[in-house]
């Protein structure tokens, strides 16, 4: 038996979502301050109700009220009752809160290696060159069995790689001390933002955010991302990160009655801002290939052009708040806006768009056979859920309520490269120590011991200690070609 709609706005009738069709993704868009963020809740407590759990960044800081019920504002009852919606009524929803700086959630972290090369040298901003010799370090290190899990990993290994170039050179090709010298400034950037808190273990368990309460709601993730935004590159690549990762964990999930979860990508511009050709081709396949996993993707920006048109086009529900046109681009990209819709020969699209006011919206969803149904003028519902944000020991208890509370919360740092460098180099020197007290001639080293001193003595620049998992050669996996090793 099919799910009914889940009724997000209503204009001559109620428009929903069909839960068999959620995991073929969707559009929030609009300019600030025409109500996407209200049209978010919505969506994501509709799917909470049916079971489906949610992940979302709250890029404004103002969606934690979700965990508690709403009435708190006028506005809402009145347009509950505007709408006719006799059902309507104040909720709660079950919330839990995740802060890649561990401040105002659960902290959320990864390993460098699950990142992999390919993403991080998004984040560390590095050219094409320099993200190969990024390649070459993440491969040395592999053969080597040292672990990459934190911050302190990656700079050991890249002080070692570059003080053993000519070593590497025949065997990987060359590594420039200019490529080097890019990849650990990044790495201080990085750090600098704050950002060395988000490398390290326990890592994310994705099945940690696909959960629903004691009634069967689904589990509404918000992720603190105010201060985050403030790194757009590192914001953006973390959330795909989730994407790749979602799709390379999760089985075949076929033609599913509703999704495993539905994932909001707020800011979705940001993602493909200075993105390499490559990367988006990448990105392409992600959003086409993971709905087969049963995982949903709304994509909110402020304008659609924002997104590729390989994207765009598989973006089947879409609400389409107010663009502004002041200047001959924005008309220009107002008018492109409205032809990404299916006509309604009622409706002036183009003129449309300009005109909603704030809650209004174009909405646009596909029908039983996959198909969007013609654009229609709508209100948004109004959201369950409390409008205001929770104050500050609100937040606190809800997060100390979590199953998931202490789990997250005590980091760990385990053996990983830089601890097996340090020891080696202690090693080493303790060995050249030794030899002229004991009165004997040290002996020719081979290659491989040369080698092998090199490395220790080079991490010796370094500090820090982890234990990690098997070097992963990155978390898009077979999507990016390079499948993982467990």
């Known amino acids: 038996m099919k799910s009914a709609p ?44 049916i079971g489906v759990p949610v992940f979302m960044a709250d890029v404004k800081g103002d969606l934690s009220g979700m965990a508690k019920p709403g009435g708190d504002k006028p506005a809402v009852m009145e347009r509950a009752k505007q709408l006719g919606l006799a059902e309507f009524s104040p909720n709660g929803f079950p919330t839990v809160f995740w802060d890649v700086f561990g401040q105002l959630g659960h902290p959320v972290r990864t390993t460098i290696s699950e990142m992999g090369p390919l993403l991080l040298s998004r984040i560390l901003n590095l050219n094409e060159i320099q993200t190969g010799v990024l390649t070459l370090i993440f491969k040395i290190a592999d053969e080597n069995g040292l672990l990459l899990l934190d911050l302190k990993d990656l700079r050991a290994m890249a002080q070692f790689a570059g003080d053993n170039a000519s070593s590497f050179k025949t065997q990987y090709g060359n590594i420039s001390t200019a490529s080097i010298g890019a990849i650990q400034r990044g790495l201080l950037a990085i750090e600098e933002q704050g950002g060395g808190a988000f490398f390290g273990e326990p890592a994310l368990d994705l099945a940690d955010l696909m959960q629903t309460d004691a009634s069967g709601k689904g589990v509404i993730n918000i992720l603190a991302a105010d201060k985050l935004l403030q790194s757009p590159a590192l914001y953006a690549t973390f959330l795909l990160w989730m994407l790749a990762e979602l799709f390379e964990t999760l089985p075949e999930a076929g033609d599913p009655e509703k999704p ?56 089947g529900n879409r609400v389409q708040h107010a663009l502004r046109a002041f200047t001959p681009k924005d008309q220009k990209a107002v008018k492109a806006a409205a032809e990404t819709f299916r006509a309604n020969p009622g409706l002036d699209v183009t003129k449309a768009i300009t005109e909603l006011a704030v809650g209004e919206a ?37 997060i100390k309520q979590s199953v998931l509370f202490g789990h997250y919360e005590k980091a760990e740092d385990r053996e990983s490269a830089y601890e097996k460098l340090k020891a080696r180099a202690e090693q080493a020197a303790a060995s050249e120590a030794d030899a002229p007290a004991r009165g004997r001639r040290a002996e020719p080293k081979s290659a491989a011991a040369d080698m092998i001193g090199a490395m220790a003595k080079s991490a010796a620049h370094a500090i820090g200690s982890q234990l990690g998992r098997q070097i992963i050669r990155g978390a898009l996996g077979a999507i990016l070609g390079s499948g993982r090793r467990r």
């Open 362 to 398: 174009l909405v646009s969803v596909l029908d039983p056979k996959g198909a969007p149904t013609a654009v229609e003028r709508a209100l948004v519902c109004p959201p369950q859920s409390r409008l205001t944000p929770l104050s500050v020991d609100e937040r606190s208890s809800v």
């Open 260 to 315: 495993k979860l539905v994932f909001f990508f707020d800011e979705a511009h940001l993602l493909f801002t200075d993105a390499p050709k490559a990367l988006e081709d990448k990105i392409e396949q992600v959003v086409r290939l993971i709905r087969s996993k049963g995982v949903g993707v709304y994509f909110v920006t402020q304008n659609p052009l924002d997104i590729p048109e390989t994207v765009l086009g598989q973006l």
């Open 6 to 49: 889940l009724i997000i706005a209503k204009g001559a009738s109620e428009i929903g979502i069909l839960p068999n069709m959620a995991n073929r993704h969707g559009l929030v868009a609009g300019a600030t301050g025409t109500g996407k963020t209200v049209t978010l809740r919505v969506m994501a407590e509709q799917f909470s109700n």
